[in-house]
């Protein structure tokens, strides 16, 4: 299935980067599919502005894992549309509700340009509101997701969100990073924010013998480019 809504972009044999680019620049976030053997992974599921499982081309009978790095709005929208949802142990209870203080929906219902073109015919930002998405599994610090013929580590990543989780495929050096850390202006100054954790979650961060590191806003980034970010962060911001 066809939906210019959204935006599929291949990284390599087994990811796909899918983007919404009609929506607000700030809420944009980027959803990763990576193929595996035995389940595929969809890191983050978007706004929920249009259904997203449809355009996924997903194979028929092959349990798909959709996971929440955390439970902000742009991160979570299509949750509800997969049997298989996980996330975050500090924000697990919520996902059943999906509160607007912990989601920020009413923010985006409140800025006037939420869109550039209407997810429907007469669609308007009072309209928007995030479908409850129960977990089926809930993720810490050391769970394993297992694909079949590859595994990710989960790591807590608190400090822009307190529930911030990040995923690392330590065989192929591949990491997931959600919010915690992508090529852009980080932000940690949100209800909930930590800067003192953040810089934690960075000098943490800093060690991980990534090969490339997909973010949850911005472009994916060597291991190089994430040392710059994060030595950017101490040195401003996060000082």
Known sequence: MTDDWFVKTPIDQQITLVTEPYVDPFFSANIWLVRGAEAD??????????????????????????????????????????????????????????????????????????????????????????TPAPLTRILGEGDVIDLGDRRFTVLELPGHSPDGIGLFDEKNGVFFGGDAIYDDRLLDDMPGSDKAVYRHTMERLKTLPIRIGHGGHGPSFDARRMREIIDDYLAGAGA
């Open 41 to 130: 992974l969809l890191v983050d599921t978007g706004m929920g502005l249009r259904p997203l499982r449809p355009v996924l081309d997903l194979t028929p009978g092959k349990p798909v894992l959709a996971l929440a790095t955390h439970i902000h709005l742009d991160h979570v929208g299509g949750l509800h549309e997969f049997e298989h949802r996980l996330g975050p142990r500090e924000s697990a209870e919520a996902f059943a509700t999906m509160p607007d203080e912990l989601t920020f929906a009413e923010e985006y219902r409140e800025i006037e340009r939420p869109v550039s073109r209407l997810p429907s015919p007469g669609w308007t930002p009072a309209d928007y509101r995030l």
